[in-house]
């Protein structure tokens, strides 16, 4: 049996939500199929409980941000970071699936792998525990913002959940690398 749980929008900030429990998988994945033409409608599946969700402005604009500097760097230092914006992941032998706000590949990314950064804003409450999704999917870096304090916190997956991170350990190998690479051009350290 399927039990809907609405939640009431409060704020232009807020997120509208609604929430079904007792979700089969093939009923997740016919609906996130359905729905790929409707931009902006973000699905998180976990363990039968799926979560639709419509994102705000704010939501929106600060993704949008993030993921423009973070695109600008990379290009700047020339590493090659490849954007897969909200591409869905989903794996049914553990029963989650969510679509990043923006993720992130060091290279190319192979088929049914996973990103190396997901990115997350985080203006409302969502029902779904998303880092417990992300940790089933094994996506080895969750970077959260939220408005509240305005800094991106690095969550890092060791042995199963994330811990907090001062830096990205994911871009932090991949800089040393570069600078190895290229060590003819004088570069300046970022403090990823």
Known sequence: MVAALPLVQESRNDEPRFVLQGVPWWTYVALRDALDDHAGLKLTYLEGTLE???????????????????????????????????????????QRGLEPDECYKLGKLEEDAVPDIAIEVVVSSSAVDKMAVYAGLGVPEV??????????????????????????????RSISLSWRSSSSQERARPSW
């Open 143 to 172: 970077w959260v913002w939220q408005p509240s304090t305005g800094a991106i916190v690095v969550n890092r997956l060791v042995e199963g959940a994330y811990q907090r991170r001062e830096r990205s350990e994911v871009l932090r």
């Open 52 to 94: 639709l969700m419509s994102p705000s402005l704010l939501h929106e604009d600060a993704k949008k941000i993030i993921a423009r500097l973070l695109e600008a760097w990379a290009t700047e230092i020339d590493l090659d970071l490849r954007g897969f914006g909200s591409t869905t992941f989903r794996r049914e032998a553990r």
